[in-house]
């Protein structure tokens, strides 16, 4: 059986996620949505990260760190989604090269 997400990106349809998480990296997940469904990019936004981070101890260990360094509320949250984002764009790169830019965005 043809999976119908990888059909979708033969007839040119782009499959995003929109959502993100530290685990959805680190467990290889997200590699495995790229390599084996045609995952072709993703989006976020401050509530999915709001829900990522206070939902998962994931992010305790570093927020511990900034906070003991004395970084506000507001730079720890910054830190930790740029963190991520770039994760997910360096998963991401290969697509991004396959198509030229058109796809592999986060």
Same mark, same amino acid.
């Given at each position: 059986?043809?999976?119908?997400?990888? =059909? @979708? $990106?033969?007839?040119?349809? /782009?499959?995003?996620? &929109?959502?993100?998480?530290?685990? *959805?990296?680190?467990?290889?997940?997200?590699?495995? *949505?790229?390599?084996?469904? $045609? @995952? /072709?990019?993703?989006? /976020?936004?401050? #509530?999915?990260?709001?829900?990522?981070? /206070?939902?998962?101890?994931?992010?305790?260990?570093?927020?511990?760190?900034?906070? #003991?360094?004395?970084?506000?509320? =507001?730079?720890?949250?910054?830190?930790?989604?740029?963190? &991520?984002?770039?994760?997910?764009?360096?998963?991401?790169?290969?697509?991004?090269?396959?198509?030229?830019?058109? &796809?592999?965005?986060?």
């Amino acid at each position: 059986m043809t999976n119908p997400l990888v =059909e @979708l $990106g033969r007839i040119g349809q /782009s499959v995003w996620y &929109d959502f993100i998480t530290r685990d *959805l990296m680190a467990s290889g997940k997200l590699h495995r *949505l790229i390599e084996q469904d $045609g @995952l /072709s990019g993703m989006t /976020s936004n401050p #509530t999915i990260f709001e829900q990522a981070i /206070s939902s998962s101890s994931d992010y305790d260990a570093d927020i511990r760190r900034l906070a #003991t360094a004395g970084h506000s509320a =507001e730079d720890i949250f910054v830190a930790l989604t740029v963190a &991520d984002v770039r994760a997910a764009c360096d998963a991401f790169r290969p697509v991004y090269d396959a198509t030229g830019g058109v &796809d592999g965005l986060v």
